[in-house]
């Protein structure tokens, strides 16, 4: 049986761009964001015990990388998207992320994300000491896309 190591360091990114595919579009969002030459293993939302924020973290090219994400991708010149990622702290245990992407104002991407760490953290009856946030929003050209995640490493 084959057991993964538990991801010890995380950061938060985002990025916006355009393409002159939905693929492109996202690929060239993903490069903006810091994970562009990675493999992306999609997870689904909490930290791991003890993880360290690590702002200036670099993931070796090619990595299978565990994260955390958001994305939107239009066709729509004019609109705007965005999308946003938080993480919620606690005081004593494990951590929680949240992903959220819209059409719409990063403010309201920002905000919607917020509100998920809160009533996440609610529900398990946790004290949530701090909120970490990434977001971004893009005014699509001609095919356009807006990406936040939170890669975890180890």
């Known amino acids: 049986m084959l ?5 010890k360091k995380y950061f938060l990114t985002a990025g916006a ?21 990675v493999n992306l293993i999609k997870v689904s939302s ?13 993931i070796p090219f090619g990595s299978l990388v565990p994260i955390a994400y958001a994305c939107i ?14 993480t919620g702290i606690s005081e004593d245990s494990f951590g929680v992320i949240m ?3 819209c059409h719409g104002s990063k403010d309201q991407a920002e905000a919607a994300v917020i509100k998920m ?3 996440a ?20 050209t001609k095919i356009g896309c807006a990406f936040a995640a939170v890669p975890l490493w180890y």
């Open 117 to 119: 760490v809160e009533e």
């Open 73 to 86: 991708i239009s066709e729509h010149p004019g609109e705007i998207i965005s999308a946003a990622v938080a």
């Open 3 to 7: 057991v993964l190591p538990t991801p």
């Open 46 to 58: 909490i930290l791991p015990p003890e993880a360290v924020f690590d702002a200036e973290l670099v």
């Open 99 to 101: 992903e959220y992407s």
């Open 121 to 140: 953290f609610a529900t398990r009856g946790m004290n949530l000491r701090e909120i970490k946030l990434a977001a971004v929003e893009h005014t699509v």
């Open 17 to 37: 761009a355009e393409g002159h595919s939905e693929l492109n579009a996202f690929d060239n969002a993903l490069l903006k964001a810091r994970v562009g030459n």
